[in-house]
């Protein structure tokens, strides 16, 4: 991993963008264990760019920027977001002990459930967009819901429980996890939308549902399902299969549905590496 990474570093880190800081995970991973400042340098410029470079609106939810001045998406809030910056920063202020970090980190986490999160199903849209008030295509998209389980489990944790953003938080993902648990398909995963039926199971949405799952006692039947049809859907290379590509927030749930699912993708393999971990883990306790 440190070899590939100092490569990439000595090519040139590419523009910051809120999606791009999610590179950053894996530098932050790599300081930790090394302890060599070049990479602190690195993820403390992504932190600074997050909290005081990086589009806002509302409140200071972020806005959405991938690494591409083509593809500009004004207010609008992913919920992607939550992973690639939210819990960066948390990560981040827990490292540095930086309050502002912290609470940039817990405001993202925040702004996001109260834009993106359905008060009726608990599911999580895809997008919000601020200007014209709506959801957009109003699509439950699983990767995006596994995105946001995932990112809530690994936050509470970090988060003292005598601090009110641990209730929040703690109480959207149980309400998340209630739903998703009744979607769950016959195969043993999810849908890509989730709400249709119609829709392929998809392989990396899964595995980051599946591992939100992995800590309540409750839903050992459902893992034990979902564990069954990810692990059928790895080739002998290691390859996940079964993975939607990139997805933007699409126009319509055929959007959704026409996305391919046929080449590797790094999410796929980095959600069902982490459901994996999680799954190993808790065999040996």
């Given amino acids: 991993m440190k070899g590939?990474?100092?490569?990439?570093?000595e090519d040139g880190l590419p523009k910051l963008s809120v999606n791009g800081v999610s590179v950053g995970h894996a530098l932050i991973t790599l300081y930790q264990a090394t302890g060599?400042?070049?990479y602190a340098e690195i993820i403390k410029r992504m932190a600074d760019f997050l909290l005081n470079e990086a589009e806002r609106f509302d409140d200071g939810v972020l806005q959405h920027t991938v690494n591409s001045e083509k593809d500009v998406f004004p207010e609008q809030a992913w919920v992607d977001t939550?992973?690639?910056?939210g819990y960066y920063q948390l990560r981040m202020g827990i490292l540095f002990e930086r309050e502002d970090y912290i609470n940039d980190g817990l405001k993202q986490y925040?702004?996001?459930e109260r834009f993106l999160q359905n008060e009726d199903t608990n599911l999580y849209y895809h997008g919000w967009d601020n200007v014209n008030h709506n959801h957009m295509s109003s699509i439950f998209w699983t990767r995006g819901n596994a995105w946001a389980a995932l990112t809530m489990v690994k936050a509470l944790p970090l988060i003292p429980v005598q601090n009110p953003s641990y209730m929040i938080i703690e109480g959207s993902l149980r309400d998340q996890c209630s739903a998703l648990v009744r979607l769950?398909?016959?195969d043993g995963l999810w849908h890509t939308v989730l709400t249709n039926r119609n829709s392929y199971t998809e392989t990396s949405g899964s595995a980051g549902i599946a591992f939100a799952l992995l800590g309540n006692g409750l839903f050992r039947k459902q893992v034990q399902k979902a564990s069954e049809a990810i692990l059928a859907r790895i080739k002998a290379d290691g390859t996940i299969t079964g993975v939607s590509a990139g997805t933007a927030v699409m126009n319509d749930e055929q959007g959704y549905m026409d996305v391919p699912d046929k080449r590797i993708q790094?999410?796929?393999q980095g959600l069902t590496l982490s459901f994996l971990v999680g799954l190993a883990r808790r065999l040996d306790k």
């Fill in 4 to 9: 590939w990474v100092d490569d990439r570093i």
């Fill in 36 to 38: 060599e400042e070049r």
């Fill in 82 to 85: 939550m992973m690639m910056a």
């Fill in 110 to 112: 925040h702004g996001h």
């Fill in 184 to 186: 769950q398909a016959d």
């Fill in 266 to 268: 790094g999410w796929g």
